[in-house]
Structure formats: structure tokens, C-alpha cells
């Protein structure tokens, strides 16, 4: 049987739980901006009534209510929402990588400009077009001699460029390693501190939008899986490998020589993220492009070489000693060598005209006869510009597979700059519908607030109420006459 006293207990619950509500709405409205904050819910529930047993029922099952209680403050957050957003996030972090890198191989190219490789290899050409209309002319020579030293410059260029750029990339993944790891090592303190107060009972709400926080950040980096645990714990996982277990966190490592990523000593792969497209720049799209560029090298430097230093090509020293000496030796040099050596290049960071072209005009070998106004040579090698060559899957001319590299990186760089615009999207359109559900809404809050604030002021008035009554009851206007 409820006590004298029962109207002022329901009063003073109905206090509390509206008290309550409007910290939680409160709470809400000063986390409105704050970045990974979940809105907040106070749930309430009726209190457990008590029997009432009367003159005419005894013990039967009549009850009567005690009020109200807050059951629980819950977040109030979608986790297949969650799991759509992190998907779409590696996928962002993938693309991101991806374009970056393929745009700065295309800036390199710096296609179609004058300053680009296809405007050093036009005016090479040119040049030989132009030594054979006058083959004795040290003008014409030192304009070949300026235009095939930008050349072979320019395919030093780019192989320095391609491997500042891979440097670049190993100091960022070793970096994001280290934010990796540091991550982790914040989840899995966090879910010790979470299962510490969830096994005291207690909601770790504003601890679990910082891990939540935390494991979107890590879903830009890579392709993880969140599986939940004990005790409010989750677990991070690589495919089956352990980020974070429970407690625990594993130290991701990056081996710059290899261009390998390992999780405590174990090697892993990433299928999707910034590690994975740091991984993949590394190990196929800037080799990819080099094998091509330095084909390009090989094929190139051989054929010049092959006319250049054949056994009918003479330069303006040759026909010199030939008019001394009929049979006198020809010099036969290559025009392109390897830096510090005298074979043909074979990458584009060795290639660089022969010193002794450098250190004498006279070495370029433009005649086939012994003739200084002959431009036998000359001419075959400004031919060499339409010539079918073989390359490794094809036969084509250079200035063909030249445009074939261009248009392949220009193709896979449009092809990311497209993917990484869907993907952001994709990322801001599941990032919506999650905060459609987790947001905090001003609007929503101010009604809430009304809304608790008249619950409060009528609880208020209903202890006025019981007061009066109890007074009324304790200091009445006298005794009650027999």
C-alpha cells in the first residue's frame, strides 16, 4: 500500500526524468558541431507500480502506478549505415591516392606543350631535317648537338621526377603507417575503457562516438572490417588478420625496399584505401609507365646508334682523314650513350649524348660519302622518325608509341579523376542518410526542450498541489470531534 507521501515521490521522479531529458537535450545542442558526435536519447520507462489492496479486493490485483524513471541515455546510431559509409570511404581514400599519383605522371609528361617530351623529340628530328640541307653548316650541327642534349634531358627529367615521386610516396606510407598504428593503439584503449564502464552498467556514449570516429578514420586508410566483441568492445580486422582485438592493437610496418606492407612481421594486402593505392602507385602504375619510358629509351637509342655508328656513316673528320688516307679508319661512334659508359642506354635516367659529339661538332656523322656537302646519313636518321621499329608487344613507330604512352596514362588519370568524384558522392550521400539518423537537428532540440521544460513546469505544479494537501492533512483547522 502506497504511503501518505506517494504524490510527492511520482512528483519528484517526473522531476528528475524531465531534468534528465533536458540534459540530454542540452548535450545535444552543444555537440551540435562537434565532429563524430551521435545524438542522444533519454529513454523512460513507468517505475514499478505497487499493490493496492482495498476494503473490498484485499490482495487482489489492483496496483497503482509510482511514477516515472530513465531507463537508459542511448545513442541513437544506424550501424549498417555505418558499415555503407566506411565502405565507400576506402574506396574514396583509393581513388584519392590513385589520381593524385596518375595526375602527377601526366604532369610530367606535360603533354601537349612545347616543353613536353613530344616537342623535344619534334625538334630533334627537325634537326637532322635541317643538317641535311646543309651538312657542313657548325650552325646547323650546334642546333642537333642543343636539341638532342634537351632530348636526353628530358628523359633524365622524367626518370628523376618518377623516382622523387616514389620517394615521395614510401615517406607518405611510411607516415600513414605510423597514423595507422596510432589509431589502433586509441581503439583498443578506448575499448578497455568502454568495457570497464559497460560492465559497471553504465552507456559510454560520448567513449563510443570517439571510437566510432576513430575506426571512420581508419576506413579512409584502409579496407577494414569491424566485427563487435564483449563487454561493448569491437574488433578491427585486414581481411582475417587483427588490427585491433578487444585490448589489443597489432603494429602495422612498411618495408621500402620491397615496397611490402606487414602486420607484426606477417605480410599483408590491402585491396582498397590509401595504403592500398600508396601500395599499388609503388609497385605497378609508376613501373608500369617507367618500363614504357625506358622501352622507349632502348628502342630509340639503339636505332640512332645503328645509323649513327654504321659502318658507311662518316663525319667531317672522317671525310677529312679520308681525303689524306683512302682506307683510313672510320670513327663509327654512337650518337646516345649510358652516363659514365659507352653502351646504349637503356633507361631513361642513363641516357646522354656521346662526350666526343659534345667536345666536337665534328663528330656528328651526317655524310655517307666522302663528301662534306653529302647527307646520306643525315637523311636516314631524319627518316628514323617514320620508321617501324619492333617493341616488346608491338611494331610501330616511336613517335606512335610515344602517343600510345600519353594516351594510356591520360586514359587510366581521366578514368580516377571520374572514379574519385563517384566515390565522393557515393561517401557524402551514405554520410548523409547516417546523419539524417545521427545528426543533431537544432530545430528538433528546441521542440524537444519546449517539450520537457512544460513536462518539468507541470511535475513542479503537481508537488505544489501534494503540498497543499499535505498540509492541509498535517495542519488543519483543528481536531477532528468525537
Known sequence: ?????????????????????????????????????TRQNAITQASNPLSYPGMNVGNGPLQIGTGVETKEINRIRDTFLDGQFRRQ????????????????????LNEPTDNGLQASFDRFWQSWEDLSKEPDSLATRAALLSNANALAGRFNQISNSMDQLSSDLQNQLS?????????????????????????????????????????????????????????????????????????????????????????????????????????????????????????????????????????????LDDIQNRKNDPNAVLDQIPFFVAKGGTGN???????????????????????????????GNANLLNNLKFKQVSFSNQSTSMNNFYRTIIGDIGIKTQESIRMENNSEILVQQAENRRQSVSGVSIDEEMTNMVRFQQSYNAASRYISVMDEVLDKLINGTGRVGI
Open 1 to 37: 500500500m502506497s504511503s501518505t507521501f506517494h504524490g510527492i515521490e511520482i512528483g519528484k521522479r517526473a522531476i528528475f526524468a524531465q531534468q534528465t531529458a533536458l540534459s540530454v537535450t542540452g548535450h545535444n545542442i552543444s555537440n551540435a558541431n562537434t565532429e563524430g558526435y
Open 89 to 108: 570511404n576506402d574506396q574514396l581514400g583509393y581513388w584519392n591516392v590513385k589520381q593524385d599519383t596518375l595526375s602527377k605522371i601526366e604532369g610530367t
Open 175 to 315: 607516415t600513414k603507417m605510423q597514423e595507422m598504428n596510432n589509431l589502433t593503439k586509441q581503439v583498443s584503449e578506448l575499448n578497455l575503457q568502454i568495457a570497464k564502464i559497460t560492465a559497471s552498467g553504465q552507456q559510454p556514449n560520448d567513449l563510443l562516438d570517439q571510437r566510432d570516429l576513430l575506426i571512420d578514420k581508419m576506413s579512409n586508410m584502409a579496407d577494414i572490417t569491424v566485427k563487435p566483441a564483449g563487454n561493448g568492445m569491437v574488433d578491427v580486422l585486414v581481411g582475417q588478420e587483427y588490427l585491433v582485438n578487444g585490448d589489443r592493437n597489432s603494429s602495422l610496418t612498411f618495408d621500402p625496399a620491397m615496397n611490402q606492407t606487414s602486420l607484426n612481421g606477417k605480410s599483408i594486402s590491402f585491396k582498397s584505401g590509401e595504403i592500398a593505392g600508396m601500395v599499388e602507385s609503388l609497385t605497378k602504375d609508376i613501373p608500369s609507365f617507367m618500363s614504357k619510358i625506358n622501352e622507349l629509351v632502348t628502342v630509340f637509342s639503339r636505332e640512332v646508334n645503328q645509323i649513327h655508328s654504321d659502318a658507311s656513316a662518316m663525319n
Open 345 to 375: 642506354p637503356a633507361a631513361a635516367g642513363e641516357i646522354t649524348v656521346n662526350p666526343l659529339i659534345l667536345s666536337s661538332l665534328n663528330k656528328i656523322a651526317a655524310a655517307r660519302e666522302a663528301n662534306v656537302s653529302d647527307a
